[in-house]
C-alpha cells in the first residue's frame, strides 16, 4: 500500500503541450497522444514489450475469440471481449506486465486484464486508437487500480476486471461507480495521453490533488503543472496567453530533456524540472506501478 502522503504526487503523468484538463473538449481529452509518445513513468514501454511477446504465441481460444469480434460491432464487440478474458484469467497480484499468454497461464492482476482485452480488442478490428489502459492513484482504503476503457461512437466504456463491483458487463463511464479517482497515467502502445476522461453525460473522471494547496508565485504554479503536480481547478485564476506558452516550453522539457528543449527556458527552471521528474519517478518505482 503507497503511504497516504504520497498521493498527492500520484498526478498527471502524461502531457500534451498546451492543454489544460480543464478547458478539454468533453470525451476527447484521454484521447489526444503527445507529440513524440515518450512516457518518463516507463508504463508505455513495459505494455509495448508485454504486446511484443504476444505476437510471439497466443493463448488457447484466442484467435477463435478474434474472428468473433471481427464479425460484431458496438458495444456488443466490447462485451464479448470482455467477457471472455474474464473468464479465463485468475487473479494474482503480481508485479510484472505480462502477455496474455503468461497472464492466462500464470493468473494476473488488473493490469494484465487490461492488457489482455486491449489486445484482443485490437486484433478484433477496434483500433488502438479507440481505447486506453488507465492508471488510477489509491485513494482512502483503496488500492491503486487499472482498467480499460474503449471509445464506441464517441461514448466511453469501462471494462473492469473480474471480481470488482461492476465487472460484470461493460459500464458506460458515466455509471462507473470510481470514475471520481485520481489518474496516474493513461495510455496504449502508441503513447500516452492527457490524462482525463469526461463522459458523454457529463460525468467525468478528472485528476485531483488533496490537501491544501501551497502559496506559489506564477513562476512555481506553473513549474508544477508542467510537472502535472497539480492542474487549474475551475474557479482559479486562467492562465493568460504567456503562461500557456510559457507552460508548452516547461511541459516539452519535462518530458523531453534534450538541450534544444532546455534552450527555451531558464537553467533554473530546468534545474526544478529535473528533480521533480527524478522524485516522480522515484515513487512510481517503488509503488511498482
Known amino acids: 500500500m503507497i503511504p497516504y502522503a504520497l498521493i498527492f504526487f500520484f498526478t498527471l503523468?502524461?502531457?500534451?503541450?498546451?492543454?489544460?484538463a480543464a478547458e478539454s473538449s468533453p470525451g476527447e481529452a484521454i484521447f489526444a497522444?503527445?507529440?513524440n509518445g515518450t512516457d518518463p513513468s516507463g508504463r508505455t514501454a513495459r505494455l509495448k514489450a508485454a504486446a511484443e511477446r504476444h505476437q510471439q504465441r497466443h493463448p488457447e481460444h484466442w484467435d477463435e475469440t478474434v474472428k468473433q469480434l471481427r464479425a460484431l460491432e458496438g458495444v456488443e464487440k466490447l462485451e464479448r471481449a470482455h467477457q471472455f478474458i474474464n473468464k479465463q484469467v485468475t487473479y494474482r497480484d503480481l508485479p510484472q506486465w505480462k502477455s496474455p499468454?503468461?497472464?492466462?497461464?500464470?493468473?494476473?492482476?488488473?493490469?494484465?486484464?487490461?492488457?489482455?482485452k486491449f489486445l484482443l480488442l485490437e486484433e478484433g478490428g477496434l483500433p488502438a486508437s479507440e481505447?486506453?489502459?488507465?492508471?488510477?492513484?489509491?485513494?482512502g482504503s483503496r488500492p491503486a487500480h487499472v482498467i480499460l476503457v474503449a471509445r464506441i461512437n464517441q461514448k466511453h466504456y469501462v471494462l473492469d476486471s473480474a471480481g470488482r463491483s461492476q465487472s460484470q458487463h461493460v459500464v458506460p463511464l458515466d455509471a462507473f461507480n470510481e470514475r471520481n479517482r485520481t489518474i496516474v497515467w493513461s495510455g496504449s502502445t502508441s503513447g500516452y495521453s492527457l490524462a482525463t476522461i469526461r463522459g458523454s453525460g457529463g460525468g467525468e473522471m478528472i485528476i485531483t490533488t488533496l490537501g491544501p494547496r501551497p502559496a506559489l508565485t506564477t513562476g512555481e504554479r506553473l513549474l508544477d503543472i508542467a510537472a502535472e503536480l497539480r492542474l487549474v481547478r475551475p474557479g482559479e485564476a486562467p492562465l493568460t496567453t504567456k503562461e500557456r506558452q510559457k507552460l508548452a516550453l516547461l511541459r516539452a522539457y519535462?518530458?523531453?530533456?534534450?538541450?534544444?528543449?532546455?534552450?527555451?527556458?531558464?537553467?533554473e527552471e530546468a534545474r526544478k524540472l529535473?528533480?521533480?521528474r527524478q522524485r516522480l519517478r522515484k515513487i512510481y518505482a517503488a509503488a511498482g506501478l
Open 13 to 20: 503523468l502524461p502531457v500534451f503541450p498546451g492543454a489544460i
Open 33 to 35: 497522444t503527445s507529440g
Open 101 to 116: 499468454l503468461e497472464t492466462f497461464t500464470q493468473g494476473g492482476n488488473c493490469k494484465d486484464y487490461a492488457i489482455a
Open 131 to 139: 481505447m486506453r489502459l488507465v492508471s488510477l492513484a489509491p485513494t
Open 254 to 267: 519535462f518530458h523531453d530533456p534534450s538541450e534544444e528543449n532546455a534552450s527555451h527556458i531558464k537553467p
Open 274 to 276: 529535473n528533480a521533480m
